[in-house]
């Protein structure tokens, strides 16, 4: 008996603890605070070597709706599982990709249509848990965040509507006026965005809030003239260069008054129009689009009307005065962006445009082709803003999220070269 203690303390003296440990795993996600454009990296340490492990991630939406996503992993020789380098061999997505876990969420409830981001640009939590055998071993968290720390907000209620987004820090800063598209409203995630990374951001509600009108017709362009010379007297902006940045119907708009406005120094237009669309959302059709009090033509290359009429309807895009970035995406639901895109370039080159043009098309993207959030990519059938109609946005979820994170790190650099700011990426 003597015996058998003294080698039990000699055994315990040199290191090594009978009867063994039980693998103590953990789950690190880290940092665990980013902005919702960036990446974070999950890391399993302390599993067996080359055992089956699960990582769940869930979340609540903005609308109150829980989405979750699960993938399978085989940890290395180590014990580690690492999902920016290594691909899950099951569950919600199949390729390496860092943030899998969450653009590959689906909803958990059979009645959400798509992903409703927090109210008030509130951010959102992220739990992930680490499970083995179906049983939950560990748990880490992620918070996503869409403003960023020192980013101040001044709200317009006059004439113009909308929320001003400053950057953090003294001195001027490039302007850029962000226009949404056919849903209305304020497009404040987007300007909220751009304000995380140095632009003074203005997003502007040109219908369907107070004060303005509720249909996408008859909108008179002189107010985003009167937006953009508002921007020019702000002390944070100043004689800084603007650009002016739009989506769906809001990136036929930057195209439009990029070719109108001079003091627009750089156009971004994701899935937009090369010509003028007719009003949204009720019938009768007319113009949504109006100048020194006159209708402006529309048409649609979708539809066999008048080829004169859509001829009259094209954007002049070669009267922009700076550079212009284009995104596309080839499985659009919506309408035919590709097209559209490569038709805008077209002209252009047809018009020895003397300034840059990038043009970036996505092949399994739908209409939220490159839009600046890693977020829960899946929709079904989306009930359109004023009126009774569904849209199908297009693109399989690994196709957009894919295009997010091609497109996010490029229109940044973008919009650094042609306006001089400098990203916080």
């Known amino acids: 008996m003597k015996l058998r203690l003294i080698i039990a303390v000699l055994v315990s003296g040199c290191g090594v603890v009978w009867p063994p440990a039980a693998h103590a795993q953990t789950i690190e996600v880290t940092p665990g605070r980013i902005m919702t454009d960036e990446t974070a990296t999950i890391r399993v340490k302390g599993a067996q070597a080359n055992s089956h492990l699960t990582i769940r991630a869930e979340l609540v939406d903005g609308g109150g709706h829980p989405w979750a996503a699960e993938a399978g992993f085989v940890a290395d020789a180590l014990g580690v599982v690492d999902a920016s380098t290594q691909a899950p061999v099951k569950g919600s997505y199949r390729t390496v990709s860092a943030m899998g876990l969450i653009w590959s969420m689906r909803p958990e409830a059979k009645d959400v249509h798509i992903y409703e981001p927090p109210h008030e640009l509130a951010s959102q939590t ?17 918070e996503q965040i869409i403003l960023r720390d020192g980013v101040q907000q001044v709200h317009v209620d006059g004439e113009l509507r909308g929320v001003l987004f400053l950057p953090a820090g003294e001195g001027k800063h490039p302007g850029v006026l962000v226009v949404g598209g056919s849903e209305g409203g304020t497009p404040t995630r987007r300007a909220a965005w751009l304000a995380g990374h140095g632009y003074a951001a203005f997003a502007l509600c040109y219908f369907r809030c107070e004060g303005r009108p509720q249909e996408l017709r008859d909108i008179a362009l002189e107010y985003f003239g009167e937006a953009l ?47 003028r669309y007719p009003s949204c959302c009720q019938m009768p059709l007319g113009a949504s689009w109006t100048w020194k009090g006159q209708a402006l033509a529309w048409g649609s290359p979708r539809e066999k009307g ?9 954007i002049q895009v070669e ?61 079904n059938g989306v009930p359109r803003p004023g009126s009774f109609q569904v849209t199908d946005y297009g693109g399989t ?16 650099e973008f919009l650094e070269r042609s306006l001089g700011a400098t990203s916080s990426r």
């Open 126 to 142: 992220i739990r992930f848990h680490l499970l083995q055998d179906g049983k939950e071993t560990a748990s880490a968290q992620l």
């Open 229 to 275: 010379t508002w921007m020019r007297h702000r002390p944070e902006i100043g004689d800084a260069p603007l650009a002016v940045m739009g989506v769906s119907r809001g990136g036929e708009l930057a195209l439009q008054l990029g070719s109108m406005y001079p003091w627009i120094k750089a156009v971004v237009a994701y899935v937009p129009a090369n010509v």
């Open 306 to 314: 008048d080829a004169a009429e859509t001829m009259r309807a094209g």
């Open 319 to 379: 009267h922009m005065q700076g550079p212009v970035l284009l995104i596309g995406g080839e499985d659009d639901g919506v309408w035919p962006s590709v097209k559209m895109v490569d038709a805008v370039a077209a002209r252009l080159r047809e018009n020895h445009f003397a300034h840059e043009v990038v043009v970036l098309k996505y092949g399994h993207a739908g209409h939220r082709a490159g839009m600046p959030e890693i977020i829960p990519a899946w929709h």
């Open 397 to 412: 979820p690994e196709g957009n999220a894919e295009s997010s994170l091609d497109a996010i790190p490029k229109v940044l």
